[in-house]
């Protein structure tokens, strides 16, 4: 008989909550027993499991009792305050907040990547979740990176509002319609408007000019490359609704030809090649929405370096960039550790 696993969704309202919630569904993760835990203003909201209604607790310390694994989609201030609960009271955390992300005891996991740093997770009883950008950027570049060896990377991110949460969303529709009226547009979420426009700000600004975002992909990426690969970012916010796309750029040690990297590709977990420009195919964030896998095109050599690609990565923020990773996770877990 199949083990089934007592699961907490932390954040369980908000818009990766929701989606780790439909992913467990749908990947039919064993659970046992779920618990939906969120702020208190959001007690009394009911939520849905497998068609039976599950009432949403109050987030607190002694939520976790009984729990095996906890999804943690809270922020980073509510990670920071209640994992430690959580594992002390024997439950696994997978935080998809940037809070424990760069702590050497916590592995930062992407399964198609890196799945042996999960054995690191005995440490604290946490695991790290990625940045959404981050993380299906490595996932296209790991095949690339065993092959070729990559030097360096240079990645602009264009990324939809989702990432910011679901009133994000609803400014952008919000604003689309009051400046398609000719009315004002009132921005509250982002300092300006994101109707129609492109704001090259996501997160706050560090002192040496980039953005939290941009340091946390040249940071991240070193950590779950297990390779001191030198990476800069410079990450947009645009509005789109759901999927983020990447131009990047890598200079690899090996030469890696247009039609290698397609091998390589095709042949990759979690990818899915889509590159025939001649008849227009090529990721496109309407196509990803909704999906898991990492979607991969405008492949071509750069021609100003003696070992240089672009591509072109685009992926569902939402799943495959938060909540899928951490299911994925859980599965992984499930799977080799907690047997």
Not at 34 to 60: C, D, M, Y
């Amino acid at each position: 008989m199949k083990k089934l696993w007592n699961v907490a969704v932390v954040g369980a309202t908000g818009a990766v909550g929701t989606q780790m919630i439909e992913c467990l569904e749908e990947r039919k993760f064993p659970v046992g027993k779920i618990k939906f835990l969120a702020s208190a203003r959001s007690v009394g909201q009911v939520l849905e499991f497998n068609g039976k209604p599950v009432p949403v607790e109050e987030l607190k310390h002694d939520s976790f009792e009984g729990i095996d694994i906890a999804l943690f989609s809270a922020g980073g201030a509510r990670s920071e305050e209640f994992c430690p609960s959580a594992s002390k009271a024997g439950a696994v955390c997978i935080d998809n907040s940037s809070a424990w992300r760069m702590d050497p005891e916590v592995p930062l996991v992407v399964p198609e990547v890196n799945p042996h740093a999960l054995a690191g997770y005995r440490k604290k009883g946490i695991v790290a979740n990625p940045n959404c950008s981050t993380i299906q950027m490595v996932v296209a570049l790991k095949p690339l990176h065993d092959f070729g060896s990559i030097k360096r990377i240079v990645v602009s991110t264009y990324q939809a509002v989702s990432g910011t949460g679901n009133k994000a969303v609803d400014e952008l529709r919000k604003q689309t319609g009051e400046l398609l009226n000719g009315r004002p547009p009132k921005n509250e979420v982002y300092p300006h408007r994101i109707a129609f426009n492109c704001l090259p700000q996501i997160d706050s600004f560090c002192d040496n000019g980039y953005t939290k975002e941009e340091m946390k992909m040249v940071n991240e990426t070193r950590k779950i490359m297990e390779a001191d690969i030198k990476t800069t970012a410079t990450c947009v916010r645009v509005p789109v609704f759901f999927g983020h796309s990447e131009s990047v750029n890598i200079e690899t040690a090996k030469k890696i030809t247009v039609a290698k990297a397609r091998e390589l590709l095709e042949d990759a977990p979690g990818v899915e090649l889509v590159d025939n420009p001649v008849n227009g195919e090529y990721p496109m964030a309407m196509d990803a929405a909704g999906e898991d896998l990492t979607l991969v095109g405008r492949i071509r050599e750069d021609a100003t370096i003696a070992n240089g690609l672009n591509l072109w990565i685009v992926a569902d923020n939402l799943r495959k960039g938060a909540a899928t990773n951490a299911v994925q996770i859980a599965e992984l877990l499930v799977e080799e550790y907690l047997k």
